[in-house]
């Protein structure tokens, strides 16, 4: 069983830095491609950024390009989000997604992410 768990929300005024982990145990992380997405309280998850099993290609979404980068260690079976010049529109949970399919491409679809963290709560005050 394949589980993941986030860390490194918190608190943080605007344009602030904020880097969330998400620790993957069980199954063979470097064959998953993963992905950050993020939900506000009475909306859908919405997709914020995914990375290949090999780091070579990622994708983000246009909220956050420039702004969040996605990054991995294999070695470390985690994955990273690092948050910079954040904004109260990025306040929401946090959640990290692992797709073990073995697609060979990234997708922003939250269907296609078999699991999922418990998320963590990032708030931006203003």
């Known amino acids: 069983q394949v589980q993941l768990v986030e860390s490194g929300g918190g608190l943080v005024q605007t344009g602030d830095s904020l880097r969330l982990s998400c620790k993957v145990s069980g199954g063979i992380f470097s064959n998953y491609e993963m992905g950050w997405f993020r939900q506000d309280p009475g909306k859908g998850r919405e997709f914020v950024a995914g990375i290949n099993w090999s780091s070579s290609g990622t994708i983000y979404a246009d909220s956050v390009e420039g702004r969040f980068t996605i990054s991995r260690d294999n070695a470390k079976n985690t994955v990273y989000l690092q948050m910079v010049s954040v904004k109260p529109e990025d306040t929401a949970v946090y959640y990290c997604?692992?797709?073990?399919?073995?697609?060979?491409?990234?997708?922003?679809?939250?269907?296609?992410?078999?699991?999922w963290g418990q998320g963590t709560q990032v708030t931006v005050s203003s």
């Open positions: 997604a692992a797709d073990v399919s073995r697609r060979s491409w990234l997708t922003r679809n939250p269907n296609d992410y078999e699991y």
